[in-house]
């Protein structure tokens, strides 16, 4: 049944060589649900916005079990051109695996500009990575990748600095 199912998705497999062991991991995207995601909209309060906007995120954050790991945050307003300005905020946190589909998850709190408003978005995972630092980091990577963030683009200064955190 697990293959099955990660067969439906993207997979990158990466080897590496640690002490003469070569070792493989698969990342992938998988949308997982976690209990502390429903009725979340119900318990929120879009009156006043900058207020509204302090208080979901608390909430958010709140309801995060405690066994889930806070890697840290990217906070930043991007100039794309005269007029085109966005925010750019970010949570990640590494969620242990629900399944054996995966050993860790990465969850992240993200502030959608054009809507307003905060979502949790738990898409990426790892499987064959037992260490959470070093998971944290292959999931990151990844999604970094995916975005087409080059950490070695000065443009992407934030990135590089946030990967050499975690």
Same mark, same amino acid.
């Given at each position: 049944?697990?293959?099955?199912?990660?067969?439906?998705?993207?997979? &990158? $497999?990466?080897?590496?060589?640690?002490?003469? @062991?070569?070792?493989? =991991?698969?990342?992938?995207?998988?949308?997982?649900?976690?209990?502390?995601?429903?009725?979340?909209?119900?318990?929120?309060?879009?009156?006043?916005?900058?207020?509204?906007?302090?208080? =979901?995120?608390?909430?958010?954050?709140?309801?995060?079990?405690?066994?889930?790991?806070?890697?840290?945050?990217?906070?930043?307003?991007?100039?794309?051109?005269?007029?085109?300005?966005?925010? @750019?905020? =970010? =949570?990640?946190?590494? &969620?242990?695996?629900?399944?054996?589909?995966?050993?860790?998850?990465?969850?992240? @709190?993200?502030?959608?500009?054009?809507?307003?408003?905060?979502?949790?978005?738990?898409? &990426? $995972? $790892?499987?064959?990575?037992?260490?959470?630092?070093?998971?944290?980091?292959?999931? &990151?990577?990844?999604?970094?990748?995916?975005?087409?963030?080059?950490?070695?683009?000065?443009?992407?200064?934030?990135?590089?600095?946030?990967?050499?955190?975690?």
């Amino acid at each position: 049944m697990g293959e099955a199912l990660i067969s439906e998705f993207n997979i &990158v $497999v990466n080897e590496k060589f640690e002490k003469g @062991i070569m070792m493989s =991991h698969s990342i992938f995207y998988h949308d997982f649900d976690l209990p502390f995601f429903s009725g979340l909209e119900e318990k929120l309060d879009h009156k006043d916005e900058r207020y509204a906007r302090k208080k =979901h995120l608390s909430l958010m954050q709140n309801l995060i079990p405690k066994d889930v790991l806070f890697l840290g945050s990217i906070d930043s307003d991007i100039a794309h051109s005269p007029g085109l300005s966005w925010e @750019i905020e =970010h =949570h990640f946190y590494l &969620v242990p695996g629900t399944s054996d589909l995966y050993d860790w998850g990465m969850l992240r @709190i993200s502030w959608d500009d054009n809507e307003g408003k905060y979502e949790y978005i738990a898409e &990426v $995972v $790892v499987k064959g990575i037992k260490e959470p630092k070093e998971a944290s980091r292959r999931i &990151v990577e990844f999604l970094f990748a995916e975005w087409s963030y080059d950490t070695d683009d000065e443009d992407n200064q934030i990135y590089k600095e946030f990967l050499d955190r975690i």
